[in-house]
Every structure is written in structure tokens, then in C-alpha cells.
């Protein structure tokens, strides 16, 4: 009896800067008006990741990533969904495979909770079904995960900044699109929120493969929480890798213009950035004193007492 053939070794996954890209940037050329704000650009989203661009203010983070959302069209290059083109696909097609939250989205007046995250599922839906059980669920989930389930009936515009901004993530989470875009996410949040949303962001990931691209202003909690780190300076970029290939006391001080140190962070290990030395006003100069009276050495006479070669006043002669 012949013995059966051992099944085939199954082809490695790709991983890191290999792993492919479903959306990805060539050449990339972005400007507003005559002012040009990204730099021929060329990016890889690493597929079923989460991906956190960090850098200064006006380095073109959020510009970047409204390109690859569609909000903002090239000047020169491309940005590829699946490689094709993302400005000659449907506009429709585009939000079913791409959920985007801009850095300040404006929600319209009176509009409540429930609609505002309703509307996530706008391109779901055809004219001969406006809702279905399907919606229904992705809706109640998201709001659930963001926690303003209990806002639901309530105004937007008269919701905490903090609020608002878990409603509208609600909103993107409702869209249930395989990319996610997130600028900022954790604007307005206080530290528990941000940790919360941040989480969520990871455990969709993690739960449901969706490839997650964030812009942060917080470099720990971009090295926390990112599978891949992308370096912005000056509309380029300067550095891409796993946080700990970034996040260097190098690239912190060329990026940021931050004297540092970098140390492992005590719970997750991932590189922690802990600035120099904070300002100090200068220590205040003694007060001033009375320079003490110099004491005569032995050799010289009391100031009360005569000099040894002078005559005393009852020996000088009278004029």
C-alpha cells in the first residue's frame, strides 16, 4: 500500500512592507491652489493592518489622507484602490470599500444621533430599499461600541465636542467598509475616551481584518496602538516600519525638532518618548550684603590708637 503524498507546505503569508496593498499612493503630488503641500509621494497601506501617520502640524498628514479618501484630487500621481485608480472609480463603489472621517466634519443642523449614524449606511442602500434588518444592526452595533447609544434622540450640534466625535466614528463604523480612514480621531476626547476609541480601533482590526489608517498627533499613542508607523516631514516621507524601527531618539529630534528619550514602555513595550528636560526659571541670585570690615593685621595700629612714630597731641608744638 502505497503511503499517501504529504500535503503541500502552504505559501508563507506576506508580512511587514511586503504584505500587499489594496490602497496605495504613486507619485503623489498634492496641492491647494499654487501651494504645494505633498511632494511626489509614494505609500503602501499594509493590508489588514493598522497603519498611523504621525508628523508635525502642516507636514501633509491630513492632506494625505484625504487623498486617499477621494476628498482631495491630485495634482500629480495617483492614488490605487485595488490597483485602479481611485478617481475613475464610482463614487458609490468607492464608499462601499472606503469609510472616512474627516478632521472636522460638519453635521447638518437638528439632526439627531440616530440619523447622523444612519446615514453610514447610505451606500448600502437602492432606491427600492431604504433600510433593511441588515442596517438596522450595523447601526445599533456601532452606536454600542462608541458608546452614545443613550444620545441616540438627542441634537447633534448640542452634544459635548467629546460626544460629537464619538457619534461621527459611530457613523464611519456604521458604514462597515473594509478600509478606514480616521483623521484625528481623538480630538476633543479626554484621556479615557481616546483610550477607549483606540482600542476600538484595534479590535476592529483584530476582529474583523479591516486595514485601518489613523493620523495622530500623539506619537506614544501612535506607537502604542500602529502594526506600521509612517514619518511625515515637509509633505515626504521621512521613515515607515514598526514602531520600534521609527520611533528613535534620531528621527524624533530630525522630525519633531525634540531633544529626547526613548525607552520601552512599562505595560506594552512599544518605544516610549519622554522629552528632555522641561523649562525652569533660573535659580534667583543671593541677596545681596555688607562686605565685612577688614580686621588690622597685628603690625598695624588701632584706628583709635596713635602711630608709633607720630607724637601724641600733648607733644607737637604749638604753632
Request: charge should be negative; include cysteine.
Amino acid at each position: 500500500m502505497t503511503a499517501p503524498a504529504p500535503a503541500p507546505t502552504p505559501a508563507p503569508v506576506p508580512t511587514g512592507a511586503h504584505a500587499p496593498a489594496r490602497l496605495a499612493a504613486r507619485a503623489l503630488t498634492l496641492a491647494y491652489e499654487d501651494r504645494t503641500v505633498v511632494h511626489d509621494l509614494d505609500l503602501a497601506v499594509p493590508d489588514g493592518r493598522v497603519t498611523v501617520v504621525v508628523g508635525p502640524n502642516a507636514c501633509g498628514k491630513s492632506t494625505t489622507l484625504r487623498a486617499l479618501g477621494r476628498l482631495l484630487r491630485p495634482s500629480g500621481g495617483a492614488v490605487l484602490l485595488d490597483g485602479e485608480a481611485l478617481a475613475k472609480l464610482p463614487t458609490r463603489q468607492v464608499a462601499r470599500r472606503i469609510g472616512l472621517l474627516p478632521q472636522s466634519p460638519v453635521a447638518p443642523e437638528a439632526i439627531t444621533v440616530a440619523d447622523l449614524v444612519a446615514r453610514g449606511r447610505q451606500p448600502h442602500q437602492r432606491w427600492w430599499q431604504q433600510w433593511s434588518d441588515a442596517d438596522e444592526t450595523a447601526v445599533t452595533e456601532a452606536m454600542e461600541r462608541t458608546d452614545v447609544t443613550a444620545l441616540a434622540e438627542r441634537p447633534v450640534d448640542e452634544l459635548s465636542g467629546g460626544q460629537r466625535q464619538r457619534v461621527w466614528i459611530a457613523m464611519a463604523l456604521a458604514q462597515e467598509t473594509e478600509l478606514l480612514l480616521l483623521d484625528e480621531p481623538t480630538t476633543y476626547l479626554d484621556i479615557a475616551h481616546q483610550v477607549e476609541v483606540l482600542d476600538l480601533v484595534r479590535q476592529l482590526n483584530h476582529d474583523r481584518g479591516r486595514t485601518v489608517v489613523v493620523v495622530l498627533h500623539d506619537l506614544n499613542q501612535a506607537a502604542r496602538y500602529a502594526d506600521h508607523l509612517v514619518a511625515m516631514k515637509d509633505g515626504r516621507i521621512v521613515a515607515t516600519g514598526t514602531p520600534a524601527e521609527v520611533v528613535t531618539e534620531e528621527l524624533v529630534r530630525e522630525v519633531f525638532g525634540l531633544q529626547c528619550v526613548v525607552i520601552p514602555d512599562p505595560v506594552t513595550g512599544s518605544p516610549l518618548v519622554v522629552p528632555g528636560t522641561p523649562w525652569q526659571p533660573p535659580p534667583a541670585p543671593p541677596p545681596a550684603t555688607d562686605s565685612p570690615a577688614r580686621k588690622p593685621s597685628p603690625s598695624e595700629p588701632s584706628p583709635s590708637e596713635p602711630s608709633p612714630n607720630e607724637p601724641s597731641p600733648n607733644e607737637r608744638p604749638a604753632s
